[in-house]
Structures are given as C-alpha cells and as structure tokens.
C-alpha cells in the first residue's frame, strides 16, 4: 500500500485516518450513558461526550494549571482512541481549542502544557472544528513548543522532550487535515525548521521521538506539496541529511566507500529504531520521486550512497516480522527511485574473511565432489562470480512472500517486480544470478511451466492474471531473464503464457527484444534435451505421444478408409474442373 500523487506511489502504507501519527493503544473507551459532569475516569460510566467537553471548556476558561492538567489528562484517558465526533458536539470542540490555545501562551507548568497538547491531539481528528482555530499565530505557538523556532540552538533540556513530541503529533494532525495549516507551513518555511531540528538531534539516540515525528511531518508536507519536494532535494540538502538519518539509526560502519559492516548475529532494531527508518525511507522517497536521471557526479555519489544503505537495511531485521516487512517494503519503495546506473552497490565483492570461510567449507569436501561444493558456495553466502548477492537474495525472497499473500499484488507485488526487472536489465551479474535462482536448468519437464511451488512456478502464473500491470511486469522480469530471446522465454513458459507479452512486443513470430545482453549461450540439461522432440510448445510442458489409429485398425477397416479417402479427393478434383470450365466460359 502506499500514498498515490499523479499515479505514483508516495512512501509507506501509514493511517489515512489520522496522518498515522496516533499511538492508540490503551486508554478507556468512552461507553453510552453517563452519571453527570463529575463522572470520573474508570469509575461508574463515564459522562457523555458533550458533558466532557462543557466541564473541560469551563475549567479551561476559568480554572488554575493544576485544575486544567486534571480535566484535561481525565477527557485525554476517555478520549484517546476515539476517532469519529458527533455533529452536534462541534462548537463545543472548537471553543474547546481555542481556550487550549490561549492557555499554551502561559507560562504554566510542562505536565500542564502535554495535558493540553494531548487533547488538542484528539480534538486535531476533527477536520471541521480545525476550520477556526488554524490561524498564523496559533501555528506559531505549536512552532514555539516544538523547538522549531530559530532561536532555539539546543535541545538540553530532557524535560521539555515530551512538550516537543506531542506538539510535532498536534502538527501532523493539524497540517494533514487543513488545507489552510498546509498554505500556512509554506508561509512559515516549516519544512526549513524541520529540518533544522533534525540536524540538532541527528545523532543522538535518546530523542527517538522526536526525530520520528519530525519525519513524520517532513514526509506529510513533502507528500502535499511538490513545491516542498524541490525545496527538500536542493535547498535543504533533504538527500544527505536524511541518509544521514538512516545511517544513525542503523549504527553503520563503513567498511569502504559504498560498504558496510553487516553483523549477522547482532541484535534486532529497536521498535524506535525501526519507526525512525521507516518514516525516513517514506520522506526520502517523496524527496526522489522524480530522480530517474543523474546529471552530476554529486548527484550519483549521493544516490550510491543512500543505494548502500539501502543495501545495510535489507540485511538487518526489525523487532518482529511484520516490522521487518514494512521496513524492507519502504526500502523496496525507496530503491525504485535510484537511478539503476547507481544499483551496481547492492551487489560487492566478497570480503577476505567471506572468501576464507569459503575456502574453509570447500577444503572439509573431498576433491573430486565438484557439484557438492557449488551447492555449499551458494547456500552459504549467496555468490555469484565472486560477488555478495545477499541483498538481491533478500529482495527475490520479499518478492515470492507478496506473491503467496495472494493479494494487493498491483500495490504490493509491482515495485519490487520492477525494482528486478531494472536491475536485472542493467547488471549482467544480477541477471545472471536471478536466472539462476528462478530459471535454473529444465530437467523435469512433465508438469505444465505454471504447475508448481517454485518462483518460476508462481511468476508463469501471474502471465495470465487479471491486472494488465501485473501480468504485464511478471512476463517482462522473466523475458529479461531469458535476455528477450523468444525461444528461450518459451522454453520455460510455454507459448500460451507468453502470447500476451509477444504480442504487444510484436514478438509473436519469434525473434528477440531491442536491448543488448552478453552472447553466452544457456546450456540445456541432457533430460531437457532427450524430452524436447515430445513438448508441446502451447502447454510447455513434456505430451505422451498420440497413439496411431490405424495400428488398431483391421484390415478390411483399413480399407474401408482408404476408399473414404479416394471419395473424397475425387469430390475434389471434379469440383476444381468444374470451377475451371466456368472461369474458361467466362
């Protein structure tokens, strides 16, 4: 799933509902009924929704801080996971905000101030009550709190943290939901103080928050407006700076250039962590949406850059499978955007310590167990002409995992199809690799090419589904595999599966497509070619030969036929001397 400007895919599948910046969990649910304005949080039934708000509104106006935090934390308790308001409520809400608002311009304590930014939070769901109350001045006191003026150099104190946090969330719901807040960040330059904010807190671990959130934000003003989206990419240097964010989160040590140390036994993200990368991965897609060409060198090192880290993340796990799913989809996302001239840094040379492990494993097989040794090569580390394929192991690994959920294969199967078929076009090696992993050697040809558990198996099916897209990318990653030589795509497909995509390539007579690939030639496995004489080219698949009807003929039967056919030549030719005799008149 993902946000969708102009057809394109927008970064991460987050909560439509709410800019997905609510933590939801806990909280108590607020049930019908009620036992007045002094009904208490978790003690009989709560108030009614409208009886909430009258008692906050009037603390609000008339109350001290103490008095305002505990209304405020009690509607926040009642209120935290209700989404939807009633109508006739809605005034109430909005002199609700705007008592909030006048109270955040004291000076009261910090606890006072995340009570009323909490409910503003909730209030914030609300698109209709935001109309009002989103005006210059209040946006620039959720600036203030936030630390997102100028003139804040620091982030010292670790108190004023969660004021922070929940004043960026009030702003995601608030810019998310009103097109005036949007029109106002623009006049506000936000997105510049954003990233400031973020260059104060780039490397420091302790305020996960803060910087998830920021993201957050970033990622919501760069999907709405593609003027921020420029400005992101050159003025605020967004490409560096949050490359540089994703490198923080995932600790790299560089080990070259575009290399990193991968710990394969160290530890799994830490939940923050995780959500720090993924809100980043989903800015810096909206901030590369438009990157298909590099035109300076700059330009290129920065792609290869965040490509490597790219790299890091695919071979690092999250907290739980779904986490790690996510993160890998943003990633998969996000490599779509990198030009493929820079894709070379998701493959690289093996490491001395990777080569003498080998070498190790190999030296314990005897001499003479040559296929023994290239099953264990592969298994171990996934080589390939001496280079590490790990990460496009992981990505032919995400790819089969969408195509067995069975599901939103445009949303969740196409990009990382088109991630590689691109690579797969441009890198002979990750070609090669792929054609091994999918298309390996035929030997057992009795079942049809779509019969099956394996990738090629489940790739031939998706020829002939339903969505054009997807049938379309499925048959053109496995024409490219086969290097857009007909004969071999129908070796392992068959022509029936393969009809749609030759047509539209105008391919159907056979013949190969317009890009160029090395000549080596496949090798075909001797049970391949003792079986080739019986397959039927339509099914694809390895045909019993059809018995001979006259082999059980007798033979007066058999020549009862052969008179039939007399007959009936002679039928004919006295038709075409009839037809003669008429042209000759004529």
């Not at 989206?229 to 240097?237: A, P």
Request: hydrophobic fraction near 35%; glycine fraction near 6%.
């Amino acid at each position: 799933g993902g946000w969708r400007v102009g057809g394109r895919r927008e970064g991460g599948k987050e909560g439509r509902k709410e800019a997905g910046n609510e933590r939801a969990s806990g909280g108590a649910r607020r049930l019908p009924g009620g036992s007045g304005l002094g009904a208490q949080s978790g003690r009989g039934s709560p108030a009614p929704a409208a009886m909430d708000e009258e008692r906050a509104l009037y603390i609000v106006r008339a109350g001290e801080a103490g008095a305002i935090e505990r209304v405020l934390r009690d509607y926040s308790d009642k209120h935290r996971a209700t989404f939807k308001f009633e109508s006739t409520d809605e005034d109430k809400r909005k002199k609700l905000c705007e008592g909030i608002f006048k109270v955040l311009v004291k000076d009261i304590p910090t606890t006072c101030q995340v009570s009323c930014l909490e409910v503003l939070r909730i209030l914030s769901r609300d698109k209709k009550v935001l109309v009002p109350v989103t005006t210059k001045e209040n946006m620039q006191i959720l600036l203030r709190l936030a630390k997102l003026n100028e003139s804040d150099d620091s982030l010292e104190k670790v108190s004023e943290f969660p004021v922070i946090v929940e004043s960026l969330k009030c702003l995601c719901n608030i810019v998310f939901n009103s097109q005036m807040a949007q029109q106002l960040s623009l006049e506000l330059n936000l997105a510049a103080k954003l990233c400031n904010l973020l260059r104060k807190c780039k490397d420091r671990k302790f305020i996960n928050d803060i910087k998830c959130f920021d993201l957050r934000l970033l990622f919501l003003l760069s999907l709405l407006h593609t003027d921020i989206r420029s400005q992101l990419r050159y003025e605020l240097q967004g490409l560096p700076l949050l490359t540089q964010i994703l490198e923080s989160a995932f600790s790299i040590k560089w080990t070259d250039e575009y290399e990193s140390a991968i710990d394969h036994n160290g530890p799994p993200l830490s939940p923050q962590e995780t959500d720090c990368a993924i809100e980043a991965l989903k800015a810096l897609f909206n901030v590369t949406v438009d990157s298909w060409k590099v035109h300076k060198e700059s330009d290129s090192h920065q792609f290869r850059v965040m490509a490597a880290v790219l790299r890091h993340c695919l071979l690092i796990v999250g907290p739980t499978e779904d986490k790690t799913e996510e993160l890998h989809s943003n990633a998969v996302n996000l490599l779509s955007n990198v030009p493929v001239s820079c894709l070379d840094v998701l493959i690289c040379p093996l490491t001395h310590e990777e080569t003498a492990q080998e070498a190790t494993t190999l030296d314990e097989l005897p001499s003479d167990k040559t296929a023994e040794k290239e099953t264990v090569l592969k298994k171990n580390t996934m080589v390939y002409n001496g280079m590490n394929m790990e990460a496009i192991h992981v990505l032919l690994n995400f790819m089969e995992k969408r195509i067995d959920k069975g599901s939103s294969y445009r949303e969740g199967l196409t990009p990382v199809l088109s991630l590689l078929t691109e690579c797969s076009r441009a890198h002979r090696n990750i070609r090669k690799f792929l054609k091994d992993q999918v298309l390996p050697p035929l030997r057992d040809v009795t079942n049809r090419p779509e019969v099956g558990s394996t990738v090629r198996n489940k790739l031939v099916r998706l020829m002939t589904h339903v969505d054009l897209g997807v049938k379309q990318i499925a048959a053109e990653f496995l024409f490219v595999l086969c290097k857009e030589r007909v004969d071999s795509l129908l070796k392992y497909t068959g022509y029936g599966n393969a009809a749609g995509l030759l047509a539209a390539r105008g391919l159907l007579a056979g013949g190969r497509g317009d890009n160029w690939y090395s000549e080596d030639e496949d090798t075909d496995t001797e049970e391949y070619k003792n079986a080739k004489p019986n397959i039927n080219l339509i099914t694809g698949h390895l045909e019993e030969p059809m018995p001979n009807p006259i082999d059980e003929m007798t033979e007066e039967q058999k020549e009862y036929e052969a008179m039939k056919l007399v007959n009936m030549l002679d039928k004919l030719s006295r038709r075409a001397d009839v037809k003669d005799l008429h042209q000759d008149g004529g």
